[in-house]
T-cell receptor, first 113, second 109 residues
Framework: NAGVTQTPKFQVLKTGQSMTLQCAQD?????MSWYRQDPGMGLRLIHY???????DQGEVPNGYNVSRSTTEDFPLRLLSAAPSQTSVYFC????????????FGPGTRLTVT | KNQVEQSPQSLIILEGKNCTLQ??????????LRWYKQDTGRGPVSLTI?????NTKSNGRYTATLDADTKQSSLHITASQLSDSASYIC????????FGAGTILRVKS
């Protein structure tokens, strides 16, 4: 039972390049989210999904795309990387809203030069 | 203005000592308040989840308190250990989770 896995662990991109951050979970949770964490700030929600085929925007969605074709996977795509997207990205899952716990992946540290 | 403010920003204590971290929030109404521990290079891990009607909740050496009237919460760590060195994040749930910036705790021997 791996929980929530993210790949890659580290990535360096040049401005304008595109890439996909992978997130997979084996807990059969319906809810999945992507956050970014920047120094001195709280985690901010980028996109989230309440189930396969359903996605919605969070607080800071610009420059990112998501899709959810299966319960297990929730990839985050950077279409044209910008230095402002340098951050640590976390994927999280939860079985539901309310008092349910959120389970975070180990994170991907992205640097855009 | 951040809706969840944590203090202090950072803290250094000696192993074995107690400490208390503070969280003030303006999120209203809210359904629950959470404390997470985040080790360096890792994702946050849940310590406690309290509904608005709960005043205190413990998880081993960690005790969280909540005063919904004053919109304040605290996390008390008893008999600190080196492994307690981490960032501690206060999170308030409304329709979504609102995260504080965290308090960085360093426990030294």
């Amino acid at each position: 039972n791996a929980g929530v896995t993210q790949t890659p662990k580290f990535q360096v991109l040049k401005t304008g390049q595109s890439m996909t951050l992978q997130c997979a979970q084996d807990m059969n949770h319906e809810y999945m989210s992507w956050y970014r964490q920047d120094p001195g700030m709280g985690l901010r929600l980028i996109h989230y999904s309440v189930g396969a085929g359903i996605t919605d925007q969070g607080e800071v969605p610009n420059g990112y795309n998501v899709s959810r074709s299966t319960t297990e996977d929730f990839p985050l795509r950077l279409l044209s990387a910008a230095p402002s997207q340098t951050s640590v990205y976390f994927c999280a899952t939860t079985p539901g809203t309310g008092e349910h716990e959120q389970y975070f992946g180990p994170g991907t540290r992205l640097t855009v030069t | 203005k951040n809706q969840v403010e944590q203090s202090p920003q950072s803290l250094i204590i000696l192993e074995g000592k107690n400490c208390t971290l503070q969280c003030n929030y303006t999120v209203s109404p809210f359904s629950n308040l959470r404390w997470y521990k985040q080790d360096t290079g890792r994702g946050p891990v849940s310590l406690t989840i309290m509904t608005f009607s709960e005043n205190t909740k413990s998880n081993g050496r960690y005790t969280a308190t909540l005063d919904a009237d004053t919109k304040q919460s605290s996390l008390h760590i008893t008999a600190s250990q080196l492994s307690d060195s981490a960032s501690y994040i206060c999170v308030v749930r409304r329709d979504k989770l609102v995260f504080g910036a965290g308090t960085i705790l360093r426990v030294k021997s």
